[in-house]
C-alpha cells in the first residue's frame, strides 16, 4: 500500500472528481483516473478503518488515564 497520507488521498480524489466533473479529463485517460481514484478510495477506507481500531482500542483503556484526564 502506499505511504501516501489520509488529507493527500482525499485531496486527488478530489481533484479527480473535479476533472470528471468538469469534462476536464479525455475520454483516453478517463479510465486511468478512475482506477487510481478506487485505489485511494481503498487506502482512504483501510486509514479510516485503522484510526477506528486505534481509538477504539484507546477509549477501552488500558487500565491507563488518557492524555489531558484529570485525576483526583
Known amino acids: 500500500m ?3 497520507k489520509y ?3 482525499l485531496r486527488e480524489l478530489e481533484t ?3 476533472q470528471i466533473e468538469s ?3 479525455g475520454i483516453d485517460e478517463l479510465s486511468a483516473r478512475i ?3 478506487k485505489e485511494l478510495i481503498r487506502l482512504c477506507k483501510e ?3 485503522l484510526a477506528d481500531e486505534e481509538i477504539k482500542n484507546i477509549l477501552a483503556g488500558d487500565g491507563e488515564s488518557m492524555p489531558g ?3 483526583d
Open 35 to 37: 482506477k487510481r481514484a
Open 2 to 4: 502506499e505511504t501516501i
Open 7 to 9: 488529507e493527500q488521498a
Open 69 to 71: 484526564g484529570e485525576e
Open 16 to 18: 479527480i472528481a473535479g
Open 23 to 25: 469534462g476536464d479529463i
Open 47 to 49: 486509514r479510516l478503518r
